[in-house]
């Protein structure tokens, strides 16, 4: 079965760069959310979507912006990377959202930041 | 907002002994609950889930309990195995559709 696929697999950026993640939903999943995951630590959440619309932010700094296109796939933009940023990030997918009945989240393979 | 917390951050286990990792939350609004298991460097994957209009879901030797009046719910592991080696998360979700995760239980199965 079609899973969540996220690119790039592994980045390198360095201080103060930009990157763009992109995660591509499971096949008719309409809802999208990222996760970052520092070392040794559980995942956090920053945002997700519905519908093409911001349905909840977490903790996702000002630096970061994210959206959902027409396809429904979507990308994490982060500017003015920091140290700190590097980190695992996670985009699950789900069917239902925005109040509607809510269905099991599935992750992707995650993108491997490294910020030097 | 809500807040989830598990116990115990590390467990050790005996090959084909059972192991239960324990969970509470905070907003008692909060009303589906799954488990995640995460091996290393790979994605947190689905192993079983609870829905606030159930005590108890079993799926062969993976089985969850929820206790809604205490906030708490746990998973419980018979018969363990070597690649139950892992790390388990659990997590709530809240009314509006956000996941909080506990901080996690690596799991070591001792043959």
């Known amino acids: 079965a079609a899973g969540v696929i996220q690119s790039p697999r592994h980045l390198i950026k360095e201080k103060r760069e930009t990157a763009t993640l992109k995660c591509y939903p499971i096949?008719?999943?309409?809802?999208v959310y990222w996760y970052q995951q520092g070392p040794g630590q559980d995942p956090q959440f920053l945002i997700s979507f519905y519908e093409k619309m911001q349905s909840d932010k977490g903790s996702i700094p000002d630096r970061f912006s994210a959206q959902q296109f027409s396809d429904y796939h979507s990308e994490l933009n982060m500017s003015s990377l920091e140290l700190g940023d590097s980190a695992l990030y996670f985009c699950a997918s789900s069917s239902g959202g925005g109040g509607r009945p809510f269905y099991e989240q599935y992750f992707g393979p995650g993108t491997r930041l490294t910020v030097t | 907002g809500e807040n989830v917390e598990q116990h115990p951050s590390t467990l050790s286990v005996q090959e084909g002994d059972s192991a239960v990792i324990k969970c509470t939350y905070s907003d008692s609004a909060s009303n589906y609950f799954p488990w995640y298991k995460q091996e290393l460097g790979k994605r947190p994957q689905l192993i079983i889930d609870i829905r606030s209009n159930v005590g108890e879901k079993k799926d062969q030797r993976i089985a969850v309990t929820l206790n809604k009046t205490a906030k708490h719910f746990s998973l419980h592991i018979t018969e363990t195995q070597p690649e139950d080696s892992a790390v388990y998360f659990c997590?709530?979700?809240?009314?509006?559709?956000?996941?909080?995760f506990g901080t996690g239980t690596s799991l070591t199965v001792i043959p």
């Open positions: 997590a709530a979700m809240n009314t509006g559709n956000q996941f909080y």
């Open positions: 096949p008719r999943h309409d809802t």
